[in-house]
């Protein structure tokens, strides 16, 4: 399903900004593999209506993998018989990467780093209840200390069939400077594909490459307001204005196709990412902020980024 000999382009799971229409949008411009915004394995298994609806995917998505995130093995076991009944599911990542305190409380996401026995035993559970091609992992360094060797040959021992590694500790945050040598130490430990992720944009994401011999390059942060990254690093070129004007009115219709007429006011936040650094963008997010008429909206998203 992922044809790793091509170095592929991954959109990270980005919580609030990753959904449907976006993964749609960045798909049909460059991007490779497209991942869910992390899913709560509780929520799914409590009936959450909006937990479940973000399973969904674009018939643009393939392979399309689902991110589930959770620590009791039980409620991991039914999330992944739930999500064994949606086809055109391609693979389930678990996080072990999420640095929010919320989750960690929870001894989910980047707090599996800290009890590999418990990481182990929730990978194995995904690999023997999934009905889905593939298994993943997306980790950080480690939490507080540099262990990112161990945690990738428990995954692996685990049986994931790649490995997403973020370039820093639950205590680097967002801030710290990624360390992609440690990276190339996870690549160098392991016989399954690893993808590296954390600060990579246009500009460095071959140096990324060369640095950590990785499989694959994750985009993250870098892609909000710039979903056109993708053809940026596969084409060695920044996008046109024009390029630039059709993926923000793509996504515009696809927020619009997706939500309703909520999507238009759910896009506004788009929009402040969309308009930072140019000119008059400040007059514009104001404009934008006051227009509840969609076509009126469309006309002047059209001409503001002519």
Known sequence: MIDFSKKPLFLAPLAGFSDLPLRSVVKRFGCDVTISEMISANALVYDSAKSVEMLQKSPEEIPYIVQIAGNDVENIKKAVLIINKF??????????????????RQSAGSALL???????????????????????????????EKNQVLIAKACESSGVDYLAVHGRTRAGGYSA??????ILSVKQSVKIPVIANGDIDAKNANDVLK??????????????GKPWIFSEIKSGTSVTAQLKQEIILAHFDAMLKHYG???AYIFRKHLHQYSKGMSEASAFRDEINRIENVDLMRDKIENFFA
Do not use: H, W
């Open 211 to 224: 640095i950590t011999k990785a499989d694959a390059l994750m985009i993250g942060r870098a892609s909000i």
């Open 261 to 263: 007429l909520q999507g």
């Open 87 to 104: 086809d055109g599911i391609d693979g389930i990542d678990l996080n072990c990467g999420c640095p929010v305190p919320k989750v960690v």
């Open 177 to 182: 400077s990624v360390d992609y040598e440690a």
């Open 114 to 144: 800290k009890d590999l026995e418990q990481l182990k035993r929730i990978l194995e559970t995904i690999k023997n209840v999934s009905n889905k091609k593939m298994l993943s992992a997306k980790i950080r360094l480690g939490f507080d």
